[in-house]
């Protein structure tokens, strides 16, 4: 399996980009979640994952470990082929999709497109609780008892647990800031609304 790709962006589609690669030009099929962050003309590394079938082989890029990471346990799940782990991926960033399944929200995967209620309970059933995201594992341990207090304050105050998890995961995910009073403050302006 080919780890990476380094490379000028040379197109971008739908589902797709093109890395030159030297004198090669790839063609690898992506997540909207990674086109976004991919512009044509930039110098970009892709993670990748080669599917060999009898007939063809298919090259898949992400923008990163983590979405590779999941990419490889989602096609795992019995149903869950490599085209429909990379609409999951299209539909949801990473770090709430391990909330979504570490909750049993099996309604926010329903909102993916071509996601049924079935193939959601699979997925959950596989995947809750089992999965850890290798760029985030470091920050996520150090950062834990900081996380847990800031949420266990949200609660004090009378927010939904669940409601101050998923906006604090949303926050810390999407929020370049990491100070602990910024993102508090983030947190009770976002559940106040």
């Keep these: 399996m080919y780890n990476s790709l380094t490379g000028k962006i040379t197109e971008k589609g739908l589902s797709q980009l093109c890395l030159q690669v030297g004198g090669t030009e790839w063609i690898l099929l992506t997540s909207l979640n990674t086109l976004d962050s991919c512009n044509v003309g930039e110098e970009k590394r892709l993670f990748t994952y080669l599917q060999h ?30 085209k429909a782990a990379q609409k999951i991926l299209s539909g949801i960033k990473p770090m709430e999709l391990i909330q979504c399944l570490d909750d049993e929200d099996v309604d926010r995967l329903c909102k993916i497109p071509g996601l049924g209620k079935k193939t959601a309970q699979k997925i959950v059933l596989a995947l809750k609780g089992k999965l850890k995201l290798e760029d985030n594992v470091v920050k996520e341990s150090s950062r834990d008892s900081v996380d847990k207090e800031i949420l266990d304050s949200l609660v004090a105050m009378g927010f939904d647990k669940k409601k101050a998890k998923a906006v604090l995961v949303d926050i810390i995910t999407n ?16 559940l106040s609304t």
């Design 53 to 82: 079938k009898e007939d063809s082989m298919t090259l898949f890029g992400f923008a990163t470990k983590d979405e590779r990471f999941l990419f490889l346990d989602l096609i795992k799940v019995n149903g869950v082929g490599a």
């Design 175 to 190: 929020s370049k800031t990491s100070d602990e009073g910024e993102i508090l403050r983030l947190s009770i302006i976002k």
